[in-house]
């Protein structure tokens, strides 16, 4: 499997910390990561454990319990991250163009939300939610790289980290994204890594006289032509 390949660079010593040595870390992500993919409970889910391990993808078989913890270790995000950049490489001389969105990963908890009904303000229990901002190959789908934040973090925020990330590994012709991406800085980013912008301009864009405005005015000609 994919997953066990590349969880195999992982080098797992530099997780170890004193006291008791915690499970390998290529173990523990790729039973995370299959976990998901199964869609089994935990408990129904080490039946595949133990085929993958019979299959020498794992060196142990981690109880549900501590797959269950790990889902909540922060420490594991890099390797998350460079797992979904390091899959998308296979494509590099094939995907040109990108796109830059994002959506909302529902959690098991939960908060209170003022809400207004019938003109009486009331406090409801509301499903909490993530935020997964992504850079998508337009032709393959590959997803080239990946940032997750809070319910409320705006998509701006996360542009120029994905274009560069892409950058990285990907010759990028153009970058496309919602008007939420619009700000200059967001342009100036996918300049700087050959990419033309394809962002959608709001309708209230024009012409601007500010001094740093020749590249925004330069590509909303472009837009109008």
Known sequence: MIVAFLSDAIDSRDSQYNGRPRLPFEDMIFSCVFKVYSTFSGCRFNIDLSEAKAKDFISSIPSHVSISRYFGMEVLTPYLKMLIEESSLTLAEIEKRFAVDASG????????????????????????????????????????????????????????????DTANNFEMNEVSADAACLPKANLKTAIDNNAIPYIAWKSNSGISDAKDSRLWNKLFHYYAF
């Open 105 to 164: 990963l529902s959690t098991t908890d939960g908060f209170t939300w003022l809400h207004a009904k019938f003109t009486e303000p009331r406090l409801i229990d509301k499903k909490d939610w993530l935020k997964i901002h992504i850079c998508t190959g337009v032709k393959t789908n590959i997803i080239s790289a990946v940032e997750v934040s809070e319910r409320y973090d705006h998509d701006t925020n996360y542009f120029a980290s994905l274009v560069e």
